[in-house]
């Protein structure tokens, strides 16, 4: 073995030795490549169980959120029957105190009755005692004619007395009449009162009857709230036990979340080392052909077989960026052809893919190799083409971060003219809040 391709083999044995690979199998760029798809695969599986178990948690949110509002609205109709409980309640206790009043006034009309009958009795006995003395008088002077009252007149000692006597018989009939009118009176005046007292009485026991009614009718209704309020209590435990229930799986759905989050960040990890290994294995693949090329070229023309006037690859590098792809500026050509240049430099204001460019300056060049015409400045780029969401970010879209912009390669990386310290580099896309995510392709 020549001493060139002892120390290039060295070298490459080198570069794969400091790549975090899997050293049974990815040893060459087309073996790093299939495990950086498998892992990429893997990676998208994950992705797309997150994505699942993202719906089902919405999916339970959305379920405890209705548990929520019917725990609310029981509770507010519970409220209301205990209020109608309390108004009807309170409706029971005020009829029964005027119901207690009625009976109280029922009971002292009653004595005022008794007393009035009493009164009428009284009146109407003495009213009968003297109409029956009336009737015996004017029976007895029927009888005796007018010499009863002639003998009177006759026993008179002189005129004035008989005409005292005369005046004493006519009083005592005025009297007899104004008696017996007073007794009729007072009978009469003792029989109305009786009688409107009675029709009192039938007014308080209607009234009472009525009351007592509305009463047992405010018991049936509240003894129906009570029967609500009862079954509110039941709905009521089962949605704040549908609540819980649902919190529980929110809870157990973010922490799954969490855990696959994270296999999501190891996984990206590894295809990012991955991607990384199989780049370093193309350069060194790439670094052995043009060794092995040289060699042939020095050996052509130690043989005189060529004119040895071959260009070399490395004095172009830094001059002239390689020409794109062919297959057509695709999102996931422009994002592959972005990675060559990792390790250029980064130059403030510099478009130069090799020698060196600023954030926008890269984005502006990379698609200008493709005959792709973009804006120069990154806010002018975080404002062109098409916003997308980052969870459909593509290869090849834009990631704006509010004052730098940088390639999406996928699996949550991008590459980027990051610092004058780092260069052009990967970075994980979510190493800055993203503002906005651009598609111009």
Known sequence: MKKGKFFSAIALSLVLSMLVVDPVWATTSTDLQQKQNKLEQEEQALKNQKKELEKKKNES????????GKVNSIAADQGKTKAAMDETSSAIVSMMADIDLIKEEIEKTEEQIKIKTAEYEEA???EDTLYEAMVQRIKYLYEQGESSYIQILLTAADYSDALNKAQYIEQIYEYDREKLKEYVEVKTAADKAKTQLEEEKGQLETSKFEMEEEQQQMEEVLKEYKAKYSDYEVKLAKAKQDAA?????????????????????????????TKKAAQAAREAEEAERKRKSEEAQRASADNGGGSGDSTSSGGSKNSSP????????????????????????????????????DCSGFVYSVYKAFGISVPRTSWEQGNYGTEVSYSDAQPGDVIYYGGHVGIYIGGGQIVHASTQKTGIKYSSAMYRPIICVRRFV
């Open 61 to 68: 949110q959305k379920n405890l959120n209705n548990a929520n």
């Open 124 to 126: 109407k006995q003495k």
């Open 245 to 273: 229930i649902y919190t529980a799986q929110i809870k157990s759905q973010q922490s799954d979340m969490a855990a696959l989050q994270k296999q999501i960040a190891s996984k990206q990890n590894e295809v990012n080392e």
């Open 322 to 357: 390689p020409p794109a792809p062919s297959g057509g500026g695709s999102g996931s050509n422009i994002a592959s052809y972005a990675c060559q240049f990792v390790g250029n430099p980064y130059v403030s204001g510099g478009t130069s893919l090799t020698n060196g460019a």
